[in-house]
């Protein structure tokens, strides 16, 4: 009879996800690998899409739209940024009400919506630009507002996808199994070597496209592979594991402060299993939610799990405003720990946003001529940071860490926290090398009285290192944290850390906004043309990449203090 038992229990999943007709899932039928490969599918599709818009869109509104430097920077980042807060809205939704599978859904058909608009914007007569013989455009008032509402429909669209897809691939792994855990911290690699994928296609061909035949096929084609993401996503539906919404995380977490302060004059007792828990074993008062394990740090919130004779109304029923459970408090400690490691992402991604921005510029006054014939777009150059993310993904799963394993003991090579430093060491590496190279080609244009021209003699491929040092530094950094704002979430909030992790690239492009900002107001206060002016050979764009690598240095210093304080949560549970 037990060994009846142990068979049905070893057949279902142990962490609490469904098939599609919200039954237990069969391991045997469901997740894995098998179900992968509709998950990646579509989120290389997404990925072609949105690299297709985010790559070249600094060039359209200079071209297009008739922006000038700083306006176009300032546009491209304030979009971007907004692509990373709207995760927020999708996390919440997914988390307490929709699931990620039904948010993922909603959100791309809002998404496709958007990028039919903005391929309409391009390529109907009335709705695009008119220009002139020399390719000067003045857009009016109705064009812009159909462009930037095609535009931030998309924003809003990638909100419900970016803080679920990768949530709902790992998803696919039991953390109760052993082999299934191993193959999830392998699943963030390779999706992002699908991310690459897509945004290598954008980075070649789509903006190749953009530049040689037209806006509207070099946003019509995007807006097809969009379609596309959605079809592979429902393709697999028949093999998915979801994981059941467990209502409103906020309010839990508002439960537990409101609980706390109400108990402030309560002592904490010193054995932890004093404090208050349901009796289930492993599962929490949230349905499909593991159990957490009680921490020390940040003990003030453990009064909210203090039992008292108030805590319960009508003899029996608790006031959950009161009495907070072990594992709703220990929810609010793991968001807390999480957050100085979230704020050192973003100088990060201030680094990294310059590759659609400052680096495109930059590679605007070189020397574009591959052959006589042929000039390379400076976007495409974005290229050899795809390029170096698919090189790395492989190496780095494969060969390093099978090599760092022997001397660190650890099975995944390096905790998350050493992989994303080594990320945060490379990214300072690759603004020392743009700065460098700004240098040397303003040092060109002074010598030889350059100023006028539109293209410095010097090669556009000098860019090249850069660009594969940044995407050397993303396998390191945005992978692992990828994965680590996963695994260090509770249950109940993935898709709602996943977006925090997201939000980091969001306020890394406002605060590369706001650098651009200050930086030109106060370099052209006495008349000059200024860091970064219209014609960059007046300007000094090495010292703005020489001030991110600065600011790159004081943050590295300020995440490995927060990383040595950093507590790894525990769920019961698991092998971990």
Known sequence: MSEFCNDEVDKYTNDGTTDYRNNPAIKQETGT???????LGNECCERLAYYGINTNLVNYLKIQMNENNVAAVNNVTNWSGTCYVTPLLGAFLADAYLGRYWTIATFSTIYVFGMTVLTLSASVNGLKPICDDKNACVPNGLQKAVFYTGLYLIALGTGGIKPCVSSFGADQFDDSDESEKK???????????????????????????QTNVGWGWGFGIPAVAMALAVVSFFSGTRLYRKQRPGGSPLTRICQVIVASFRKVGVDVPKDKFDLYETEEEHESAVKGSRKLEHTEKLSFFDKAAVETLSDRKNGSKINTWRLCTVTQVEELKAIINLLPIWATGIIFSAVYSQMGTLFVLQGNTMNLHVIKSFEIPSA???????????FWVPVYDKFIVPFARKYTGNKNGFTQLQRMAIGLVISILAMAIAGTLEMIRLNMVRENNYY?????????????????????????????????????????MRSLCSALSLTTAAFGNYLSTLLVSIVVHVSTRNGGPGWIPDNLNYGRLDYFFWLLAVLSVFNLGVYLLVAKWYTYKKALGTSE
């Open 33 to 39: 690998w098998k179900a992968c490969p509709y998950i």
């Open 183 to 209: 193959s999830k911290s392998s699943f963030f690699n390779w999706f992002y070597l699908s991310i690459n994928i897509g945004a290598l296609v954008a980075a070649t061909v789509l903006v190749w496209i």
């Open 380 to 390: 495409t150059l974005s290229l050899f940071d795809t390029v170096s993310v698919i």
């Open 452 to 492: 006028e021209f539109k293209h410095v003699p010097l090669s556009i491929f000098w860019q090249v290192p850069q660009y594969f040092v940044i995407g050397c530094a993303e396998v390191f950094t945005f992978i692992g944290q990828l994965e680590f704002f996963y695994e260090q979430a509770p249950d109940a």
